[in-house]
């Protein structure tokens, strides 16, 4: 079965400082992994997703992420946080783009 | 080009009663996943659709059902609710399952169980 660990309920960070949130997964076939974004009374929003190649994952809002599977982690990064970043992120893995098993979530709070 | 949509936004039902979600994929997507939001967690899977049958289910009890109509839009049916149902329903369309295909999902259905 596969599962979802996100590390840290809460993460603060200054704005301009960088964005760190870890994710770390359990899958028994080659995963397909994402990060979500949800913010207050909305739906999720892709901010980036792995399936094949390339392991160094750029998303949307200057997101990366970079899968590293002797880890089974992948942890999602910015640069430079911004006040508009706070939200709660979600990592999630799939089987070959069927359901999605989802972390608990992380929410990020950015200080001015 | 229409996101997906969910109807209503905002629900309040007491237990026992049953009730029935909507939903409306994406433009061009044939496959429905719903799933479950409680409060401080992560989003659970419930079911998903494609072709107007059940592909694949979660750990959901038979209360929970569902429907996909030849519009590819889908329903989610609750019955007998408990308290315990209250929570976001959230539902995701994507292209046909078990391709490289993001699921993209709607605004959700926050529902009240009194």
């Known amino acids: 079965a596969q599962s979802v660990t996100q590390l840290g309920s809460h993460v603060s960070v200054s704005e301009g400082a960088l964005v760190l949130l870890r994710c770390n997964y359990s899958s028994s076939v080659p995963p397909y992994l994402f990060w979500y974004v949800q913010y207050p009374n909305q739906g999720l929003q892709l901010l980036l997703k792995y399936t094949t190649g390339a392991t160094l994952v750029k998303g949307i809002n200057g997101f990366e992420a970079e899968f590293k599977k002797s880890e089974t982690s992948f942890h999602l990064t910015k640069p430079s946080a911004h006040m508009s970043d706070a939200a709660e992120y979600f990592c999630?893995?799939?089987?070959?783009?069927?359901?999605?098993?989802f972390g608990a979530g992380t929410i990020l709070r950015v200080k001015s | 080009d229409a996101g997906v949509t969910q109807s209503p936004t905002h629900l309040i039902k007491t237990r026992g009663q049953q009730v029935t979600l909507r939903c409306s994929p994406k433009?061009?997507?044939?496959?429905v996943s719903w799933y479950q939001q409680a409060l401080g967690q992560g989003p659970q899977f419930i079911f998903q659709?494609?072709?107007?049958?059940?592909?694949q289910r979660g750990n959901f009890p038979d209360r929970f059902s569902g429907h996909q109509f030849p519009n590819y839009s889908s329903e989610l049916n609750v019955n007998a609710l408990l308290l315990g149902d209250s929570a976001l329903y959230l539902c995701?369309?994507?292209?046909?399952?078990?391709?490289?295909?993001?699921?993209?999902f709607g605004p959700g259905t926050r529902l009240t169980v009194t």
């Open positions: 433009s061009g997507h044939d496959t």
């Open positions: 999630a893995v799939s089987e070959r783009g069927n359901k999605l098993v």
């Open positions: 659709y494609y072709e107007e049958e059940e592909r």
């Open positions: 995701a369309s994507s292209l046909e399952p078990g391709l490289n295909y993001e699921q993209y």
